[in-house]
């Protein structure tokens, strides 16, 4: 699975938007850019994944470069609920591959 | 919505005891893996299980781990002989299909395992 590198720490303001970025520069053709959460010591909750295209759900918007050499996972109107440590994970979407958690971001939204 | 549960959510033993951790992965889902946090550090993965057997293991699933799906909802890890270093936290996972671009893993609350 392809490296990847994102701040340690980063803060926001509750109500607006959270950009958090993540650098892949060694990524494969093959390999999907997902996006997890971890809120204090819970597992770590899926928010979002994608390949080649933006992607957008109900959690969050995923904008990957055209180079797909880094992304951006958008927490669009950030609560105070959504301080957690955020990973993202490049990966090969095989059905029996685990997945490789690295530092992340630890996001404090602030009142 | 459906989720993973994970019994119990604290788990005491002594060194050298064996222990089971117990998961009810999603329902529809097949594929079935646990992963592991200890205190303050990474999560770090140890191993996944299809149809019946392990895919892919990590270099902590050693000889004093198993795992088993002992009926269509259970799915269990058992270490035999506890040590000191294997209290953390342990998450199931599980996902839907084997699909590319499918592949989102739904995490259990986690169980906090004590070994003293």
């Known amino acids: 699975d392809a490296k990847t590198t994102q701040p340690t720490s980063m803060d926001c303001a509750e109500g607006r938007a959270a950009n958090l970025p993540c650098n892949h520069s060694?990524?494969?053709?093959?390999?999907?850019v997902y996006w997890y959460r971890q809120i204090h010591s819970q597992g770590p909750q899926y928010i979002i994944h994608g390949l080649k295209n933006n992607e957008t759900n109900e959690m969050a918007s995923l904008i990957i470069t055209e180079d797909r050499k880094s992304s951006t996972l958008i927490l669009p109107h950030a609560t105070l609920r959504d301080t957690a440590v955020y990973y993202c994970i490049v990966r090969v979407d095989k059905a029996g591959n685990m997945l490789t958690f690295g530092g992340g971001t630890r996001l404090m939204v602030k009142p | 919505e459906p989720e993973v549960t994970q019994t119990p959510s604290h788990q005491v033993t002594q060194m050298g005891q064996e222990v089971i951790l117990r998961c009810v992965p999603i329902?529809?889902?097949?594929?079935f893996y646990w992963y592991r946090q200890i205190l303050g550090q990474k999560v770090e993965f140890l191993v996944s299980?299809?149809?019946?057997?392990?895919?892919?293991k990590s270099e902590i699933f050693d000889d004093q781990f198993s795992v088993e799906r002992p009926d269509g909802s259970n799915f269990t890890l058992k270490i035999r002989s506890t040590k000191l270093e294997d209290s953390a936290m342990y998450f199931c996972a599980s996902r839907e299909t084997g699909l590319a671009g499918e592949g989102e893993q739904y995490f259990g609350p986690g169980t906090r395992l004590t070994v003293t």
């Open positions: 299980f299809y149809n019946n057997e392990i895919s892919e």
């Open positions: 060694t990524i494969s053709g093959n390999e999907y």
């Open positions: 329902s529809n889902h097949l594929y």
